[in-house]
């Protein structure tokens, strides 16, 4: 009986392997010129979280379709695995997207081993110096364009504004007026709700905190020769680096582990939790936070609490909440991280012609203001006016104007992923040295920088 | 049992010696099972010794991003390990995941055969109340099961914080997962919950085998309740102890889900890292593939060292 089992068993396996094999050799036959029929044909884009919507994914689907008769098959990866599985799946030409977005900062790290196919000819037609520059720069190795532009995003401060006239303080023209207005904030904690920040930063949230080493001219890390350097301990670093430990001791009370998501839920008056106001009318549970610092489609989360559907929905009101670009040292928008996608090829695509064809797609006019609609920055220049004239779009266009992109090192994505600037931010706040905390993270961080 | 039947095999096969048309005839099919497990053995060697051949030449390589993009992996022999017992990181990340696993697996150990014993003495109705529980907990799985446990521990509006401050003591906004040592009381409160029903019923099981007339006997012998513990129904079901616990430590040496899914919700990751964690960030998180395969294998050599011993001692049992 065992043994039998065991045959079974064996068969069964080996049946499988055999299958497996035959399924891997059959795919290998198509052509690789640039061909743009793609009749019974299909490639896959990758898109990462949702920030794409639907409406955009249903045109890129059609719009394939007209012009090369093929399938488009869209797959959306989460941001948090995506270089895992662009680690993994990238070099591997049956498992590999034909195209995928990835965020601008994850870009050098795979354009630099080779992984994006070179798209260089396409680069005029497809926008050429109209294109989002600094995005451009994050997908070139050498003179070649690997990756380019698919859109850009901002961050900027989301304010109560109740609770700001009830403290007194107004709208920040600079970096120290911001500094000082959330400390008021923490220091009157004019709602009374216990452990109040005037502005929430979390311990690691290194993306938004970034934005006062920025603004104070310090940097991530400086290129020389083609050798990077971490530069927290740079003078400049430095500054930034005091206010920021100054904000975690006076305003924020956010955990010192708290990362950059969902920031918004301490900005609202109840956040979904029944009965929670009834039982204590006067102190809403969620709200805990003055300001936060959040990429702009957060506006869609914060608003007066409605319900539709059995869904909690938010309405955005003008009178409770207000948005600002941080203000920089010199009253202009300070520079902060810019969010964004770059897109690209990859190498190991076996219908590049039909990749390239959707490129033309995605960087057409219409496309590039369906973008803008939605409040995605286009990559195309051109096209910002799309963006619209609403407070969100001026917030976005005023602070992506000043927006500095993370180092275009060939580590840089090893840095990401070992957490070491979130371990960096989370330790300011109870640093006896800021000078030594900084050198000590420097030397951990230099080396990251230039691995390949 | 099959040992079992090759011996006889062997003696019938010496007592007919002289014929050799017999012994001809008994050897042939003889063949047959050793053809018949060539796949199996195939499969084996595919899946099992395919994944650690690499991951032994992996580690004596450096194995980055580019190697992955295929560029030759150049030998950088011991190199890795080298780096590895050099880093004292790498050794405190050991010792952590050393005293997690114990410190978890004897817990565990402990409440799973006090369940048990409670299951062995309760009526059937509450003992099916008990089970059913059990299994619950065990059939979870364990990513729905971590978003329960973070939302319960949440720092800001966890029923765990909600419970204490309402009792009166001062737990608002407390932050569990922020302080190492909170962190791993939490990460072993999830672990050992989730392996309490497999001990549980393992022992269970076990007690099924402790005959209830010598414990009759011992208790007209006037031996206390501990003393029948400790004294009879251990060393009766120490085998079924042994096994369940050298797999509770092994389990517990290789979490990572649990405290993959807790890093997510919280603490900083290096002074939360266990050695699964750890291999991930080196790996898949930095890229750095060799290095990532060289503590692998310096765990599995890990792994083997703390069962070796039980493993000889099950050895041991078996034969007597």
Same mark, same amino acid.
């Given at each position: 009986?065992?043994?039998?089992?065991?045959?079974?068993?064996?068969?069964?396996?080996?049946?499988?392997?055999?299958?497996?094999?035959?399924?891997?050799?059959?795919?290998?036959?198509?052509?690789?010129?640039?061909?743009?029929?793609?009749?019974?044909?299909?490639?896959?884009?990758?898109?990462?979280?949702?920030?794409?919507?639907?409406?955009?994914?249903?045109?890129?689907?059609?719009?394939?379709?007209?012009?090369?008769?093929?399938?488009?098959?869209?797959?959306?990866?989460?941001?948090?695995?995506?270089?895992?599985? +662009?680690?993994?799946?990238?070099?591997?030409?049956?498992?590999?997207?034909?195209?995928?977005?990835?965020?601008?900062?994850?870009?050098?790290?795979?354009?630099?081993?080779?992984?994006? +196919?070179?798209?260089?000819?396409?680069?005029?037609?497809?926008?050429?110096?109209?294109?989002?520059?600094?995005?451009?720069?994050?997908?070139?190795?050498?003179?070649?364009?690997?990756?380019?532009?698919?859109?850009?995003?901002?961050?900027?401060?989301?304010?109560?504004?109740?609770?700001?006239?009830?403290?007194?303080?107004?709208?920040?023209?600079?970096?120290?007026?911001?500094?000082?207005?959330?400390?008021?904030?923490?220091?009157?904690?004019?709602?009374?709700?216990?452990?109040?920040?005037?502005?929430?930063?979390?311990?690691?949230?290194?993306?938004?905190?970034?934005?006062?080493?920025?603004?104070?001219?310090?940097?991530?890390?400086?290129?020389?020769?083609?050798?990077?350097?971490?530069?927290?301990?740079?003078?400049?670093?430095?500054?930034?680096?005091?206010?920021?430990?100054?904000?975690?001791?006076?305003?924020?009370?956010?955990?010192?582990?708290?990362?950059?998501?969902?920031?918004?839920?301490?900005?609202?008056?109840?956040?979904?939790?029944?009965?929670?106001?009834?039982?204590?009318?006067?102190?809403?549970?969620?709200?805990?936070?003055?300001?936060?610092?959040?990429?702009?489609?957060?506006?869609?989360?914060?608003?007066?609490?409605?319900?539709?559907?059995?869904?909690?929905?938010?309405?955005?009101?003008?009178?409770?909440?207000?948005?600002?670009?941080?203000?920089?040292?010199?009253?202009?928008?300070?520079?902060?991280?810019?969010?964004?996608?770059?897109?690209?090829?990859?190498?190991?695509?076996?219908?590049?012609? +039909?990749?390239?064809?959707?490129?033309?797609?995605?960087?057409?006019?219409?496309?590039?203001?369906?973008?803008?609609?939605?409040?995605?920055?286009?990559?195309?220049?051109?096209?910002?006016?799309?963006?619209?004239?609403?407070?969100?779009?001026?917030?976005?266009?005023?602070?992506?104007?000043?927006?500095?992109?993370?180092?275009?090192?060939?580590?840089?994505?090893?840095?990401?992923?070992?957490?070491? +600037?979130?371990?960096?931010?989370?330790?300011?706040?109870?640093?006896?040295?800021?000078?030594?905390?900084?050198?000590?993270?420097?030397?951990?961080?230099?080396?990251?920088?230039?691995?390949? | 049992?099959?040992?079992?039947?090759?011996?006889?095999?062997?003696?019938?096969?010496?007592?007919?010696?002289?014929?050799?048309?017999?012994?001809?005839?008994?050897?042939?099919?003889?063949?047959?099972?050793?053809?018949?497990?060539?796949?199996?053995?195939?499969?084996?060697?595919?899946?099992?010794?395919?994944?650690?051949?690499?991951?032994?030449?992996?580690?004596?390589?450096?194995?980055?991003?580019?190697?992955?993009?295929?560029?030759?992996?150049?030998?950088?022999?011991?190199?890795?390990?080298?780096?590895?017992?050099?880093?004292?990181?790498?050794?405190?990340?050991?010792?952590?995941?050393?005293?997690?696993?114990?410190?978890?697996?004897?817990?565990?150990?402990?409440?799973?055969?006090?369940?048990?014993?409670?299951?062995?003495?309760?009526?059937?109705?509450?003992?099916?109340?008990?089970?059913?529980?059990?299994?619950?907990?065990?059939?979870?799985?364990?990513?729905?099961?971590?978003?329960?446990?973070?939302?319960?521990?949440?720092?800001?509006?966890?029923?765990?914080?909600?419970?204490?401050?309402?009792?009166?003591?001062?737990?608002?906004?407390?932050?569990?997962?922020?302080?190492?040592?909170?962190?791993?009381?939490?990460?072993?409160?999830?672990?050992?919950?989730?392996?309490?029903?497999?001990?549980?019923?393992?022992?269970?099981?076990?007690?099924?085998?402790?005959?209830?007339?010598?414990?009759?006997?011992?208790?007209?012998?006037?031996?206390?309740?501990?003393?029948?513990?400790?004294?009879?129904?251990?060393?009766?079901?120490?085998?079924?102890?042994?096994?369940?616990?050298?797999?509770?430590?092994?389990?517990?040496?290789?979490?990572?889900?649990?405290?993959?899914?807790?890093?997510?919700?919280?603490?900083?990751?290096?002074?939360?890292?266990?050695?699964?964690?750890?291999?991930?960030?080196?790996?898949?998180?930095?890229?750095?593939?060799?290095?990532?395969?060289?503590?692998?294998?310096?765990?599995?050599?890990?792994?083997?060292?703390?069962?070796?011993?039980?493993?000889?001692?099950?050895?041991?049992?078996?034969?007597?």
């Amino acid at each position: 009986m065992k043994r039998k089992l065991a045959t079974v068993t064996a068969v069964a396996l080996a049946s499988a392997l055999a299958l497996a094999a035959c399924s891997s050799g059959s795919g290998t036959t198509t052509g690789t010129g640039a061909s743009t029929d793609g009749k019974g044909k299909t490639i896959t884009l990758w898109l990462a979280g949702a920030d794409t919507p639907d409406v955009l994914r249903t045109y890129l689907k059609d719009e394939f379709k007209k012009e090369t008769g093929g399938t488009l098959n869209i797959q959306q990866q989460d941001w948090g695995d995506l270089v895992t599985k +662009l680690t993994t799946s990238l070099p591997d030409a049956n498992n590999t997207p034909d195209v995928t977005e990835m965020g601008n900062t994850q870009s050098p790290t795979f354009t630099n081993v080779g992984a994006f +196919l070179d798209i260089s000819d396409m680069y005029k037609q497809l926008g050429g110096t109209n294109l989002l520059q600094s995005f451009v720069d994050a997908g070139k190795v050498g003179d070649k364009n690997y990756t380019l532009p698919y859109y850009f995003g901002s961050r900027y401060m989301f304010i109560r504004k109740d609770i700001w006239a009830t403290a007194g303080v107004a709208v920040p023209t600079t970096l120290d007026e911001f500094n000082s207005a959330v400390a008021t904030i923490g220091a009157k904690n004019p709602a009374g709700v216990a452990n109040f920040s005037g502005f929430y930063l979390g311990g690691q949230d290194w993306r938004d905190g970034i934005s006062w080493i920025f603004a104070n001219g310090g940097d991530i890390a400086t290129v020389k020769n083609g050798k990077w350097t971490a530069s927290l301990d740079s003078a400049n670093s430095l500054k930034g680096l005091e206010q920021l430990q100054a904000i975690y001791k006076t305003a924020s009370k956010a955990p010192n582990d708290a990362k950059d998501s969902n920031q918004y839920i301490y900005l609202n008056d109840d956040d979904a939790i029944p009965g929670a106001t009834t039982a204590d009318a006067a102190t809403p549970v969620s709200l805990a936070a003055a300001t936060i610092m959040a990429p702009g489609w957060a506006h869609w989360s914060i608003g007066t609490k409605g319900e539709k559907d059995g869904k909690v929905t938010r309405t955005w009101d003008d009178k409770t909440f207000g948005v600002f670009a941080l203000p920089g040292v010199d009253g202009k928008p300070a520079p902060v991280f810019a969010g964004g996608s770059n897109i690209g090829i990859s190498a190991k695509s076996k219908n590049p012609g +039909l990749a390239k064809t959707l490129l033309t797609i995605i960087f057409s006019k219409t496309y590039q203001e369906m973008l803008g609609k939605n409040g995605l920055g286009p990559a195309n220049s051109q096209y910002v006016s799309s963006l619209g004239s609403d407070e969100f779009a001026k917030a976005l266009i005023a602070s992506a104007s000043n927006s500095k992109l993370t180092p275009a090192a060939p580590g840089w994505a090893s840095v990401e992923a070992s957490n070491v +600037l979130e371990e960096f931010f989370s330790k300011i706040k109870d640093a006896p040295d800021l000078a030594a905390l900084a050198k000590e993270y420097d030397a951990k961080i230099t080396p990251m920088l230039n691995a390949k | 049992m099959s040992v079992d039947t090759a011996r006889a095999i062997t003696v019938s096969e010496l007592s007919t010696q002289p014929d050799a048309r017999v012994t001809e005839r008994r050897r042939r099919p003889s063949f047959t099972p050793y053809f018949l497990i060539i796949p199996s053995v195939a499969i084996l060697v595919i899946a099992m010794g395919y994944p650690l051949v690499w991951q032994i030449v992996t580690s004596t390589q450096h194995f980055g991003l580019a190697q992955q993009f295929g560029q030759p992996a150049p030998f950088v022999w011991f190199d890795n390990y080298i780096k590895l017992a050099a880093d004292p990181y790498m050794w405190t990340v050991i010792l952590r995941s050393l005293a997690f696993c114990f410190v978890t697996a004897a817990v565990t150990m402990a409440l799973g055969t006090l369940v048990a014993l409670l299951m062995n003495v309760v009526n059937r109705v509450i003992r099916i109340v008990i089970q059913i529980s059990l299994l619950l907990a065990w059939a979870m799985p364990v990513v729905a099961a971590m978003t329960v446990w973070n939302w319960l521990f949440d720092w800001r509006r966890g029923v765990v914080n909600w419970i204490l401050t309402s009792i009166g003591l001062p737990f608002q906004d407390h932050n569990w997962l922020q302080d190492p040592i909170s962190f791993f009381f939490v990460a072993m409160i999830i672990v050992v919950w989730m392996s309490v029903p497999f001990v549980a019923f393992s022992v269970y099981a076990g007690l099924t085998q402790v005959s209830g007339e010598v414990l009759e006997a011992a208790q007209m012998d006037g031996a206390t309740a501990s003393q029948r513990f400790f004294a009879i129904i251990v060393p009766i079901i120490r085998p079924v102890l042994g096994i369940v616990l050298l797999l509770q430590v092994i389990w517990d040496l290789r979490v990572f889900t649990q405290i993959k899914l807790l890093q997510d919700a919280g603490s900083i990751a290096s002074e939360t890292n266990l050695l699964g964690t750890y291999i991930y960030q080196l790996g898949t998180g930095s890229s750095d593939f060799g290095m990532a395969s060289a503590v692998s294998i310096f765990v599995l050599v890990l792994t083997v060292a703390i069962s070796a011993f039980y493993v000889r001692n099950m050895l041991k049992e078996d034969e007597s």
